[in-house]
């Protein structure tokens, strides 16, 4: 830009720049009705680059470098910090304020067992069976979510799982697939259960709690491949 339009217009346009992208920042932070970190953030952004433009003039570049890099790695930095607490402080506020819905139910067979939720009684073996086997997916959320947001809160707990697909060997050639190839295709793979066994420990070393296991439907692996 200094080539092409001299040093005293691109230091202009740059000061212009600025001062949108501190603009488009308050929109921002309006528009999403992000808290006070925010703000704080604008406000630091805004006084950096200021303090950025009185370093640099048009007939004295001797502070470039301290404008361009360490100023700029502290914006960086401390943009990164106060809109990263904004997010934060933004999502507890918001999910806080966040009602559940009314509870519907299509599939009477599950009424028991809401009542049964209601009065936190425990859910035997067949009740797990029919919730299963209940096309009534949104109730069965529904009172899944129910029971986790009344033991925890809005708090939702993740497991650490591993992925194993033991062959990419498959012949039912679904149209939606990028992962399955024919027996003798550029790519195609089948792990012995050894390799399978290594993976599996050292998931388990890296604090795997659960093995999602699944593959191709490989045409030619016996029954004992799955079974062990
Ligand atoms: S790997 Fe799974 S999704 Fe892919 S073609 Fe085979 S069965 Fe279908």
Redesign the pocket.
């Known amino acids: 830009m200094p080539k092409k339009f001299g040093i005293a217009n691109a230091l202009l346009i740059a000061r212009g720049m600025h001062i949108g992208v501190i603009a488009l920042l308050g929109w921002l932070a309006f528009g999403f009705g992000l808290p006070w970190p925010a703000w704080a953030g604008i406000a630091v952004v805004a006084f950096l680059l200021g303090y950025e433009h009185s370093l640099v003039k048009a007939d004295d570049l001797s502070k470039l470098d301290a404008a361009f890099f360490t100023v700029n790695g502290y914006i960086s930095m401390l943009f990164l910090l106060f809109w990263g607490a904004a997010a934060a402080v933004w999502r507890v506020e918001f999910f806080d304020g966040f009602e559940m819905s009314e509870l519907t139910i299509t599939d009477q067979q599950l009424k028991p067992i809401a009542d049964k939720v209601f009065a936190g009684e425990r859910l035997s073996i067949d009740d797990g069976i029919r919730l299963y086997r209940s096309p009534d997916l949104l109730a069965v959320g529904w009172l899944a979510n129910y029971v986790r947001e009344k033991k925890h809160g809005n708090v939702t707990y993740f497991n650490v799982n591993r992925h194993i697909n033991p062959t990419?060997i498959?012949v039912?050639?679904?149209k939606?697939?990028a992962?399955?190839r024919d027996p003798n295709a550029p790519g195609a793979y089948n792990f012995s259960l050894e390799e399978i066994y290594a993976r599996a420990e050292q998931g388990a070393r890296e604090g795997a709690l659960e093995f999602h296991i699944v593959?191709?439907?490989h045409p030619d692996l016996p029954f004992e491949y799955f079974w062990k």
Do not use: I, Q, R
């Open positions: 990419n498959c039912a050639h679904c939606l697939c992962f399955g593959g191709g439907l």
